[in-house]
């Protein structure tokens, strides 16, 4: 079957620099997406990356390796405003987005 | 504002009662989608579509239903709401393909 692991939850400090793990298995690949979601609001888009390596936009960087299965988000210089779910969503050979549950961030002053 | 709009933003429906949830958007995208959001679990997806006048299944498609007349519509319909339908439901639209998706603000259903 398909899956997405990342976890719960995590707690960080505001200033600090925090990175959210996501491994998946799927059937094929089209791209790995990272969204955040406060809450009570709809998700928004972060990144997308399909190629191995790092993509870097401003605070929020996202990382890929295709061969491990294996993806992260990074946030630097915490801001209290980046207390929200982060959910990581693969793309699988059919077009079709692969959900995990979400990391639930709490950021602490 | 250009997006996706989403009606009712929140329900208490009655088990057995027939719903319909709306979903509008302006961005003349191809694909549309509506997701079901359920704590910790990630979103599922009901339905989709491609293109106006195709639908197809998604991961929990049993007791929804949804149409594509125009570019711009998809709505959601229960026919026959049970509680465990009880959830928040996001619709969705994309260029197709790999691209990003943008989601409305969701509609909280309670069903009792």
């Known amino acids: 079957g398909q899956n997405i692991d990342q976890p719960t939850e995590m707690t960080a400090t505001e200033g600090a620099i925090v990175q959210i793990n996501c491994t998946y298995q799927?059937?094929?690949?089209?791209?790995l997406f990272w969204y955040q979601q406060h809450a009570g609001e709809a998700p928004t888009f972060l990144s997308y990356?399909?190629l191995d390596g790092l993509e870097e936009k401003g605070r929020f960087s996202s990382f890929l390796s295709r061969s491990k299965g294996y993806s992260y988000l990074l946030l630097k210089e915490l801001q209290m405003k980046d207390s929200a779910s982060y959910l990581c969503?693969?793309?699988?050979?059919?077009?079709?987005?692969?959900w995990g549950a979400g990391t639930k961030l709490i950021i602490k002053p | 504002i250009a997006g996706i709009t989403q009606a009712p933003t929140s329900q208490i429906l009655a088990a057995g009662r027939r719903m319909t949830l709306r979903c509008t958007q302006d961005?003349?995208?191809?694909?549309m989608y509506w997701y079901r959001q359920d704590l910790g679990l990630g979103l599922r997806l009901i339905h989709y579509?491609?293109?106006?006048?195709?639908?197809g299944k998604g991961e929990v498609p049993d007791g929804y239903s949804v149409s594509r007349a125009n570019t711009d519509d998809f709505p959601l319909t229960l026919a026959s709401a049970v509680p465990s339908q009880t959830s928040v439901y996001f619709c969705?639209?994309?260029?197709?393909?790999?691209?990003?998706?943008?989601f409305g603000e969701g509609s909280r259903l309670t069903v009792l």
């Open positions: 579509s491609n293109t106006a006048g195709t639908t």
């Open positions: 969503a693969v793309m699988d050979s059919n077009y079709q987005l692969i």
């Open positions: 990356n399909v």
């Open positions: 799927t059937s094929g690949f089209n791209g």
């Open positions: 961005m003349r995208h191809n694909a």
């Open positions: 969705a639209s994309s260029d197709g393909g790999a691209g990003e998706l943008f």
